[in-house]
């Protein structure tokens, strides 16, 4: 007997925090678990429509967000990054506060390179800060995962 297809490549991420998935069409599926998940959940997609209406151009697009799964489905950004020098890397992050964003988890494993137009890309917004929200806290959900980047 044949197994059905599933419509997903194997895991990018699978954390306490958070599974994420490629499809096989190219969208990044992520499914925030562990503390706090719904927070997470509803803070990364309202930081994700922020930056759609300001026009930021070097994060994903919110495809869908769906709350009873904790599952949000956003365009590709491309491919990890292996090697970065740390001031392209603070300037990358510099330029998303330039849309009333503050990452406050920049490292290089947040950071992805878009071959379609040679463009470094920043995803993983759970943890960001809306700069000029007068609602907005840093890190509203607590700190993110430790410090350092993964092993390469």
């Given amino acids: 007997m044949l197994a059905a297809p599933t419509r997903f490549m194997p895991n990018v ?6 599974l994420v998935r ?5 969208t ?11 927070k997470r959940f ?4 309202r930081v994700l429509r922020h930056l759609e209406e300001q026009g930021c151009d070097f994060v994903p697009r919110l495809v869908s967000a769906d709350p009873d799964t904790l ?50 890309c920043l995803i993983d917004f759970e943890f960001a800060t809306l700069l000029h929200d007068p609602d907005a806290t840093p890190h509203p959900m607590g700190d993110p995962e430790p410090k350092t980047s993964p092993p390469a």
Avoid: W
């Fill in 28 to 38: 990044v599926h992520k499914t925030f678990r562990g503390h706090q998940a719904d």
């Fill in 71 to 120: 599952t949000l489905v956003t365009t590709n950004c491309g491919s990890r990054v292996e090697h970065l020098s740390e001031p392209r890397m603070k300037e990358l992050f510099a330029e998303l506060e330039e849309y009333g964003v503050r990452h406050d988890d920049p490292y290089m494993r947040n950071v992805t390179y878009r071959q379609s137009d040679g463009r470094f």
């Fill in 22 to 26: 490629i499809g096989y069409d190219g």
């Fill in 42 to 45: 509803a803070h990364e997609v």
């Fill in 13 to 18: 991420k699978d954390t306490r925090r958070a």
